[in-house]
């Protein structure tokens, strides 16, 4: 059973920085394709990225793009997800998980369904 735990969310302000992780134990990371998702308050969960697990192509939401940066660690056994001019709308709980496959389908998705859910990483932008 792929695990998966992220953290690294905080508060924030408007136009700062934070990286979320999403390590994974027991198993190697790179085996696998690797999406973030998030989910704000009385939103649906939507697709935030995603990295491909042979050649690391990544994908992007439209909202994001530009502005977060996916990455992996394969000696940390994690994926990275720095996300720079943070903006309100990006206030939500983060999660990451295991996707059969990275495309921009997989990373614009709406209520991506996954059948092991971590608790995620809560993001707040707020001034």
């Known amino acids: 059973q792929v695990q998966l735990v992220e953290s690294g969310g905080a508060l924030v302000q408007p136009g700062e920085s934070l990286r979320l992780s999403c390590a994974a134990s027991?198993?190697?990371?790179?085996?696998?394709?690797i999406g973030w998702f998030r989910q704000a308050p009385g939103k649906e969960r939507e697709g935030v990225s995603c990295?491909?697990?042979?050649?690391?192509?990544?994908y992007y939401g439209d909202s994001v793009k530009g502005r977060f940066t996916i990455t992996r660690d394969n000696a940390e056994n994690t994926v990275y997800l720095q996300m720079n001019s943070l903006k309100p709308e990006d206030t939500a709980i983060y999660y990451c998980?295991?996707?059969?496959?990275?495309?921009?389908?997989?990373?614009?998705?709406?209520?991506?369904?996954?059948?092991?859910w971590g608790q995620g990483t809560q993001v707040t932008v707020s001034s």
């Open positions: 998980a295991a996707v059969p496959i990275c495309t921009y389908e997989i990373a614009t998705s709406t209520n991506y369904r996954y059948p092991n």
């Open positions: 027991g198993f190697k990371l790179n085996y696998y394709h």
């Open positions: 990295i491909s697990k042979s050649d690391d192509i990544t």
